[in-house]
């Protein structure tokens, strides 16, 4: 069973910021894509950084060039450094490995909050 624990969430005025954890257990966490996801309120929980097992990382345009998305896979960790913040990046952030912007491959687990205030 493959467990993803989002952890590093918090309030922050906007131009702030934070730094997001996911450990991940219960698979072979250096071959495998991870991703972060956001559900902003009242919109679909979407993909906005990904990094292959290489380490190859990329952006959706809402966030590039503020957040930066990096692995340790010694310690099966994905990070995400969120830099400049504005209040619309204010969510639920979830890691997973994406099959696409909408669809994980595992269970999600239980997110963690992120509010941006102005």
């Known amino acids: 069973q493959v467990q993803l624990v989002e952890s590093g969430g918090g309030l922050v005025q906007a131009g702030g910021s934070l730094r997001l954890s996911c450990a991940v257990s219960g698979t072979i966490f250096s071959i495998n894509t991870m991703g972060w996801y956001r559900q902003a309120p009242g919109k679909q929980r979407e993909l906005v950084a990904d990094i292959t097992s290489g380490g190859s990382a990329n952006y959706d345009d809402s966030v590039k060039g503020r957040f930066t998305i990096s692995r340790d896979n010694a310690k099966n960790t994905v990070y995400l450094q969120m830099n400049s913040l504005k209040p619309e990046d204010t969510g639920v952030y979830y890691c997973?490995?994406?099959?696409?912007?909408?669809?994980?491959?595992?269970?999600w687990g239980q997110g963690t909050q992120v509010t941006v205030s102005s």
């Open positions: 997973n490995t994406p099959i696409n912007r909408l669809i994980p491959r595992y269970s």
